[in-house]
């Protein structure tokens, strides 16, 4: 398995295999990718506290994601089996005290393909390298209370809780910030 930084430019065979594993991900996130228009989009939930309308494939999705910076990994036959986006001097309210970052907004891997350390190679290669490229020391992310896998592994890559917005995903589902400083 290798981990490459593509920036922003990709091909069509690229974007078509970003597609599969995206959807293949979609309902592993709460709420499902395909309920969502942006992978920075603030409002999580319905208004009225109830679930949001999902779409068929997560097309909104995706068509803002595609813009973002990727790092791609890819197995011995040069497929693509797992990726990770973000955005560079990113900043919201939530992160004002941490400062600008690289934040990760998404990070899918093949079903076929999980248990082989993927997920801990893209962060690896996040923090040794994209962080140079980029000029930037601080990485960011977030993810859902219930989602205690997530929790777990960037606990234990040294990330810090940066912020937690109480029932932001629904009732007893929080959003919770995450940071690290790669200096």
């Known amino acids: 398995m290798k981990v490459r930084y ?9 974007k078509d295999a970003i597609w599969e594993i995206l959807c293949q991900c979609d309902e592993e996130f709460y709420p ?63 992160l004002e005290k941490f400062g600008k970052s690289l934040y990760i907004t998404t990070i899918c891997v093949r079903n076929e393909c999980r248990g082989k350390n993927i997920l801990g190679m893209m962060y690896e290669h996040m923090e040794d390298e994209v962080t140079k490229q980029c000029d930037c020391p601080r990485i960011s992310t977030r993810t859902w209370s219930l989602n205690t ?23 007893g589902v929080d959003t919770i910030y995450y940071g690290k400083s790669c200096e």
């Open 6 to 14: 593509k920036g922003n430019i990709l091909n069509e065979t690229e």
């Open 32 to 94: 499902p990718l395909s309920a969502r228009n942006s992978s920075s989009q603030k409002q999580l939930k319905a208004e009225d506290g109830g679930s949001m309308v999902q779409t068929q494939k997560p097309v909104a999705y995706f068509e803002e994601m595609i813009r973002q910076d990727f790092l791609l990994a890819y197995d011995e036959s040069e497929r693509i089996v797992g990726f990770m986006t973000f955005k560079k001097d990113y900043i919201c309210e939530s």
């Open 149 to 171: 896998a997530h929790m777990h592994g960037l606990a234990r890559r040294g990330y810090e809780v940066l912020d937690v917005l109480k029932d932001d995903r629904g009732k």
